[in-house]
């Protein structure tokens, strides 16, 4: 519509300029000879305009359309700024050249050395923006959308707009801060870019009675699920520091948009919480306990003496034993727990006691060219460590927790005082010790019979725990 109407301005003009000269000379008396420049410069400004209308119109297509659809991002309103102007500059020098070919545009300028003074030191913070604004411009250090922290207050937003003067961020109070361009590029920007996969931290604390391993999984596993947690990298869930009021975690994980950062931080928090409801974590907060110790009855240690006589009664070995004896071996028994990859015994080592896994799973582990291979997993109600026990030599495999596992380890004293009531006993374990020993030749490639092997290994039991 306004191209319309300006079209039409500059056809009248154009059209109509020798009467249009004749009617204002005729009106202006003495000034009649100046008609000729005004109708001149009333034809400038028409096509001045026209010529900004243009502009505009190639700022729409080549920023809005090619920039947006080609590069993907929205153009610095900066830069299309620098474009109208050099265009518009430009256009403007040809029209004036045209229509007044005796006035030198470029001469009056550059004589004008008091003109560029006083124009200089007017637009000094101005120029000064601007010549920051195209540097950051050709620096790329940041563009519309990402997530920037700059300034000495720290201040963080989603950059706006990047203008002559100032970039704009909106900060996550839906507030807008602007900061002049010559600041943004003396001062240190923390930048995380829409297009990077960018972490968050997030701290938690657990009562020391909680495990470690089973912390880690359950929190990994309730983080990863969440709105805006990013599926390509797994969460990393780890302890940073073993403090007054309990372990402290932190996890990190990576977001898909960035700028979501808080809701994120608090979902997974969320998360975290209802993952410890269900599996009986705790959260530690600052606390003061005060632990009063009871020394337990005698023949009751605590709570769990139930769970490992009900372990050990379900360990086929020990079936044969009375509900006493296994009672006397529940009470015995020391439990430990231990990590993920932690070694429980290491082959080659002296070995005064056996070992029943109460829960978890553990590899035998055996060295072959200097590097461990499995022979054997066991899990809840498996034994292990009964060889050196029984034979007194050292122990032939390693035993490496695969996941967290609780063990009831059984010294020689409680061992021998069930063979001296169950000699049936040590013919049994003779057999799965000549088993184990076999399945270990195996994989040295050494041979042995069974039978042979089983009678000597039970004469050598006999023999070490001194029974006939
Ligand atoms: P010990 O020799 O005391 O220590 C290593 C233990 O690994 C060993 O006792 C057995 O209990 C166990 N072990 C060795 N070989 C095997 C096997 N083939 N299967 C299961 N357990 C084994």
């Known amino acids: 519509m ?21 009617l204002l000379s005729s009106r202006m008396g003495e000034f009649g000879s100046k008609a000729e420049t005004i109708v001149h410069v009333l034809q400038l400004v028409f096509v001045g305009i026209l010529a900004y209308l243009i502009v505009r119109a190639f700022n ?68 000064g923006n601007f010549f920051a604004g195209i540097s950051l411009q050709a620096d790329r250090p940041f563009q519309v959308g990402d997530v920037i922290t700059v300034g000495a207050q720290r201040h963080t937003g989603v950059v706006e707009e990047i203008t ?20 943004a590029a003396k001062e240190p920007i923390e930048v995380c870019p829409r297009e990077n996969l960018n972490a968050r931290i997030v701290f ?29 990298i797994t969460p990393i869930v780890r302890i940073r520091n073993l403090g007054d009021n309990g372990v402290e975690y932190e996890v990190k994980y990576w977001l898909d948009d960035y700028a979501k950062y808080n809701d994120t931080d608090a979902l997974v928090r969320q998360r975290i919480w209802y993952a410890f409801r269900r599996a009986k ?22 709570g769990l003496e139930g769970a490992i006589v009900e372990r050990l009664s379900a360990v086929d070995i020990f079936a044969p034993l009375s509900s006493e004896e296994t009672a006397m071996l529940a009470q015995a028994a020391s439990s430990h727990v231990f990590a993920p ?26 060295s072959e060219n200097g590097r461990p291979r499995t022979v054997a997993t ?13 034979t007194g030599e050292p122990r032939t495999a390693s035993i490496v927790a695969i996941e967290e596992t609780e063990v009831l380890e059984i010294g020689h004293a409680a061992m021998k005082r069930v063979f001296d009531n169950n000699p049936d006993l040590v013919e049994s374990l003779s057999h799965i010790i000549a088993e184990r020993r076999q399945a270990l030749a195996a994989t040295r490639e050494l041979s042995g019979s069974g039978h042979d092997e089983s009678a000597g290994i039970l004469s050598s039991i006999k023999r070490f725990f001194g029974m006939k």
């Not at 059209?15 to 249009?20: S, W, Y």
């Open 2 to 22: 306004a191209t319309a109407i300006v079209v039409l301005a500059i056809y009248l003009v154009f059209h109509f300029e020798p009467a249009l000269q004749t």
């Open 60 to 127: 729409v297509l080549i920023f809005d359309l090619v920039f947006r659809f080609r590069r993907g991002f929205e153009a610095p309103t900066l830069v299309r700024d620098i474009f109208s102007i050099i265009a518009f500059t430009a256009l403007f020098f040809v029209i004036f050249t045209v229509r007044f070919p005796g006035i030198n545009l470029g001469a009056l300028f550059t004589t004008s050395a008091i003109f560029g003074v006083i124009l200089g030191l007017a637009l000094q913070d101005t120029l």
């Open 164 to 183: 002559w003067r100032a970039v704009k961020i909106r900060t996550f109070q839906n507030h807008v801060v602007l900061i002049s361009n010559s600041t």
């Open 204 to 232: 938690f604390n657990t009562l020391y009675t909680d495990s470690p391993a089973k912390t880690i999984h359950v929190v990994r596993e309730a983080v990863r699920e969440a709105d805006n947690v990013a599926q390509r």
């Open 281 to 302: 974590l705790n959260f530690a907060y600052p606390t003061r306990t005060l632990l009063v110790e009871r020394t337990p009855k005698p023949g009751m240690r605590d």
């Open 341 to 366: 990859g932690e070694t429980v015994i290491r082959a080659g080592d002296p070995g005064s006691s056996m070992f029943v896994v109460h829960n978890g799973r553990v590899s035998v582990q055996v």
């Open 378 to 390: 066991l899990s809840d109600g498996a034994f292990f460590g009964e060889m050196a026990l029984f």
